[in-house]
């Protein structure tokens, strides 16, 4: 079974049927992968295999199997089910050049202040997250109980944006936080800061 990662655009709020705009509002590829991000955690500690599928996604042949309306995207999609026991040879490469990929040291992907405890936790869980080609493709600022998440260059691939892996990276702040004990509240931002989050 596959699931698609995709946005519904054209609405200024929920519910609002008068107001269509075709434009892409300017936080959907974050929320997207934010929730896209959900659902694979969630499929995973069920025991079930999955993955983010998007460097190999044809958002083409995507459009043959879904019928979506048009002012709807579909940025990835992802496999779930239950794997087979144990991997074949070309599995096997996959698998060992995905575990070989570096993350960057935290002294590459952070700015600010002096780390609290909650804040080194929420950041090396962002740290570790996925992104496309392991890019890696953020900056974490930290203030006065916040951390803001901010693209670390404006260049960018329309094919999958680098806000769809801050999003993934907004995540799992927040559930670093939660893991510290801490809860938290997002605040959509604009230009390469993507959206801050805020303990409450």
Known sequence: MYIAIYAVRGYETPGDRRSFDSSEPPNEKEGVSCTGEGVILEATALGLGTCWVNGFFRPDAAKEHIALADNERVYAVTPIGYTEKGFSFKEKIYEGAARSLKKKPLEEIVEGTALEEWQEKAIEAARIAPSASNRQPWLFVVGDKSITVRVNNPKDSNKYPKRLDCGIAMLHI??????????????????????????I
């Open 174 to 199: 927040e559930l670093g936080a939660l893991a510290a004990g801490k809860k938290g509240s997002w605040t959509p931002l604009s230009g390469p800061n993507v959206a801050r989050f805020d303990l």
